[in-house]
């Protein structure tokens, strides 16, 4: 079951920033053709598009695992989540990031989560992750956490 789930999309400013591709395409296309020019300016522009959509990172988090993008880590092994955001984010994504630390960033989200992974066997300490709200991500993955490490039968 999805307890968390976020798509960090590009914000509305890029998406009309990729217009720049349609006056590019019809200044090289053109001279050839107006038709082809029209064509090759259209196609691209719904290429841009199609990218930003395909290529925005999703976040989720399940009662089993972390997803980062393709990435995914069960839950069995985090360990302690902190979520930052302001100038403790920007500390987090600069001075204080450990170059061993396996990294998700994108400049246009602000917040990030600190996910520490308790696995012997990974030589990562921990994943840091751009997310838009990391109090609700830091909520969804410590909820449960109390139910998966009981020893008492349920």
């Known amino acids: ?24 395409s019809l200044l090289v ?12 300016a259209i196609g691209m522009e719904l290429a841009v598009l199609v990218l930003l959509w395909a290529l925005a990172p ?9 997803h980062a993008g393709r990435a995914h880590l069960p839950r069995s092994v985090v360990g302690e989540v902190a979520g930052f955001t302001g100038a403790a984010a920007t500390s987090q994504r600069g001075p ?11 400049g246009y989200v602000h917040g ?3 996910v520490e992974v308790r696995d012997a066997a990974d030589p990562t300490p921990y994943w840091l992750v751009s997310v838009r709200d990391p109090e609700a991500v830091t909520r ?4 449960g956490a109390e139910r998966a490490n009981r020893t008492d039968p349920v």
């Open 1 to 24: 079951m999805t307890v968390y789930r976020e798509r960090l999309w590009a914000p509305p400013a890029l998406y009309l920033a990729t217009a720049l591709v349609i006056p590019a």
């Open 29 to 40: 296309f053109l001279p050839i053709s107006a038709t082809a020019g029209v064509a090759v």
């Open 58 to 66: 999703v976040i989720e988090v399940t009662d089993t695992e972390f």
């Open 96 to 106: 204080e990031l450990d170059a061993r630390a396996w990294t998700l960033f994108r």
């Open 112 to 114: 990030v989560v600190k």
């Open 140 to 143: 969804a993955l410590t909820s």
